[in-house]
């Protein structure tokens, strides 16, 4: 089975521009979260789409938003990028129905940096 | 306010040896825990979880510990092999607030010396 696949791996933009950001997730799963990982602040969440529908989100500004489609691949989107959203952007999928079994499985992420 | 805490930013054991790596909580909702593996340039990769109605979980190697009155976990890696050397993070997870959210540490950095 393929893995999580994120695309594109690197990527640089600057101050003011916007970015989408594509995730695959692996075969049959159906939630997508994306997680921010900066030098300081470790790994954060951003979102979780599940079954097209946003059912969580973390703590940050209305810059950052994501959609999921019916195949399951999620895009998220930053808009007016500013020097601090530089950093690593994780997809995870997982096939959990509900419950409390919750392994998700990482991308190898995308390599953001704005200047 | 972070949730998750792994106080110690790096660890180095000799090949052979136990590491042993601490997490702390502070949400009493989280009921289910994860530790990743992180190399460079990769994403996380899953080891072990354990939940919230079992103190111990063991893979091979790998070893995790809960301690829900402590509010503490940890992960014992034995024997430690010079391929482990990597980030570890601690996650948790709220299984009834209908989301798939992780709570992560912020990591330790783990080198296993030859």
């Known amino acids: 089975k393929a893995g999580v696949t994120q695309t594109p791996r690197y990527l640089i933009k600057t101050r003011g521009q916007q970015v989408t950001l594509s995730c695959s997730p692996i075969s049959g799963h159906r939630s997508v979260s994306w997680y921010q990982q900066t030098p300081g602040q470790g790994l954060q969440f951003l979102f979780e789409?599940?079954?097209?529908?946003?059912?969580n989100k973390g703590n940050f500004p209305g810059r950052f938003s994501g959609r999921q489609f019916s195949n399951s691949r999620s895009e998220m989107n930053v808009s007016t990028l500013e020097l601090g959203d530089s950093a690593l952007y994780l997809c995870?999928?997982?096939?959990?129905?509900?419950?409390?079994?919750?392994?998700?499985?990482f991308g190898p992420g995308t390599r953001l940096t704005v200047l | 306010d972070q949730q998750v805490k792994q106080n110690s930013p790096s660890l180095s054991v000799q090949e052979g040896r136990i590491s042993i790596l601490n997490c702390d909580y502070t949400n009493s909702m989280f009921d289910y825990f994860l530790w990743y593996k992180k190399y460079p340039a990769e994403g996380p990769t899953f080891l072990i979880s354990?939940?919230?109605?079992?103190d111990k979980n063991e893979d091979g190697r790998f070893t995790v510990f809960l301690n829900k009155s402590a509010k503490h976990l940890s992960l014992h890696i034995v024997p430690s092999q010079p391929g482990d050397s990597a980030v570890y993070f601690c996650?948790?997870?709220?299984?009834?607030?209908?989301?798939?959210?992780?709570?992560f540490g912020k990591g330790t950095k783990l080198s296993v010396i030859p």
């Open positions: 354990i939940s919230s109605i079992k």
């Open positions: 996650a948790a997870s709220d299984s009834g607030a209908g989301s798939y959210q992780l709570t």
């Open positions: 995870a999928s997982s096939w959990a129905q509900g419950g409390s079994y919750n392994e998700q499985f």
């Open positions: 789409y599940f079954s097209e529908t946003q059912r």
